[in-house]
Structure formats: structure tokens, C-alpha cells
């Protein structure tokens, strides 16, 4: 895959129903071949609910992945600002930039995966009971011809639903991809910067300092007097002697 096709999002998958058939259309009435078509139908529909079951789960992966790595980008950021606040204006510009790229790719991997989790825009096809209250009165063969048509529906239905899904999944993890490319050029960007940007030498400046003149002479006129009162006593010493 080239640089420039990764830029861009995939592709969306078919939106529409996969299959272009009316379900009436069936009419067969042999009940060994009903049999055969009604078994062939319930393993496609049952590989359509692993499939489901597959996009789901991995959706739920991308949404608490994409989270985890978002909070943890958020809490190192106040940290990250702090240094390079003290580089370049140009490395400041493009780190920002980098910074900005990470979080908007974060962001649309989650809006992309949480689109999933809306069920009110992914209406499954579905057999009804109501169906078996309607047509009590059918026959095996009719009922099984009843059935198949459902299955038929349902399950051209449900492909179409799950290429929705699929398709929100995979431009999540488009979106996730991209992030982690751009968390990745980031932090080498921030490594290489520090690795080789001179750092500073911390020097204490003492603003405004006091001049203690006045203390210095305090001490020298204390430093007088006692030689002077020692003085007076050596000669009332010398005088008592005397």
C-alpha cells in the first residue's frame, strides 16, 4: 500500500443489498430439495452472525484501545508542553502541529468505532412470530417455501447492515492507524530535539541584593569598643598592682 493511499480512507463497503433478487421469486415446492435449500440458507445466515459477532468485538477492542492511548497521551502532554516550551518557535510550531494530527487521528478512530454501537441505525432482519399465528393453516411444503423466502430476506438484508458495520470498523482502525504513526513521529521528533538542543544551565540571579555596609561597620565599631574596654582594664590592672 502506498504512502499517498494510506492518506485517504478506504473505501466504503457496499451499502446496498448484496443480492438483487425478490424473495418471492422462490417457489419451489419439493420437499427434498426445500430441505437441501432451507440447511444451504441456515449456514449462510449462521456465518453472517459470526461475522457480526467478529465486528463487534473488534470494535469494542478499537473503542477501549483508542481511549487507553488517548488518556495516556492527555496526561503527558501539561509534561511534554513544559519542555519544549523552552525550544525554538519553530520546533514549538511543528510539534503542535504533530500534537494536533495525533489527537484529530484519536478522535475520528473513536467516532468512527462508537457509530457502531448506535442500533437504532442498524435494523437486522428477523423471522416474527407472528408469522406462525398468521399462516396456521399451511402446509409442510408451503411452510417450509414461507420460511425459505424469510431466510432469503434476512439474510440479503443482514449482509448489507453488517458492510455498514464493517465499513465503520475499518475506517476506525484507518483513523487508529494513522494516530499511532503520528504518536510515534512525535515522539522521535521530541527525543531527537532534546538529544541535540544545548540545555540550558541553571543560574540563580539575586535580584535587587541588599548591601550590608552598614552591618559591616556595626561590627567594626563593636569590634573597636571591646579592644578599648580591654584596654581600660589592663591599666586598672597595672594601677591595683602598682
Avoid: W
Amino acid at each position: 500500500m502506498s504512502f499517498f493511499k494510506f492518506l485517504f480512507l478506504p473505501n466504503r463497503l457496499e451499502s446496498k443489498k448484496p443480492f438483487d433478487y425478490d424473495k418471492d421469486d422462490y417457489e419451489n415446492l419439493k420437499k427434498g430439495q426445500l430441505e437441501l435449500h432451507k440447511d444451504y440458507l441456515k449456514d449462510m445466515e449462521s456465518e453472517e452472525k459470526v461475522r457480526l459477532g467478529a465486528i463487534e468485538n473488534k470494535t469494542s477492542q478499537l473503542v477501549s484501545q483508542t481511549g487507553l492511548v488517548f488518556a495516556l497521551l492527555s496526561l503527558f502532554v501539561p509534561f511534554i508542553v513544559d519542555i519544549v516550551f523552552k525550544l525554538h518557535i519553530g520546533f514549538r510550531i511543528l510539534f503542535i502541529v504533530l500534537l494536533i494530527c495525533c489527537f484529530l487521528a484519536y478522535i475520528f478512530a473513536f467516532v468512527n468505532s462508537l457509530k457502531n454501537f448506535n442500533v437504532k441505525k442498524f435494523e437486522y432482519g428477523y423471522k416474527s412470530p407472528l408469522t406462525i399465528l398468521k399462516h396456521q393453516s399451511l402446509g409442510e411444503k408451503k411452510f417450509l417455501q414461507m420460511e425459505i423466502r424469510d431466510t432469503l430476506y434476512c439474510i440479503n438484508k443482514n449482509i448489507e447492515v453488517n458492510n455498514r458495520k464493517a465499513t465503520n470498523l475499518i475506517r476506525g482502525y484507518h483513523f487508529f492507524k494513522f494516530g499511532i504513526i503520528s504518536t510515534s513521529i512525535l515522539v522521535v521528533f521530541l527525543c531527537s530535539t532534546l538529544l541535540f538542543t544545548d540545555a540550558e544551565k541553571n543560574k540563580i540571579v539575586i535580584e535587587k541584593p541588599i548591601e550590608i555596609n552598614s552591618l559591616k561597620e556595626h561590627l567594626d565599631y563593636m569590634k573597636d569598643k571591646d579592644q578599648g574596654i580591654q584596654k581600660v582594664q589592663d591599666s586598672i590592672t597595672k594601677v591595683n598592682s602598682n
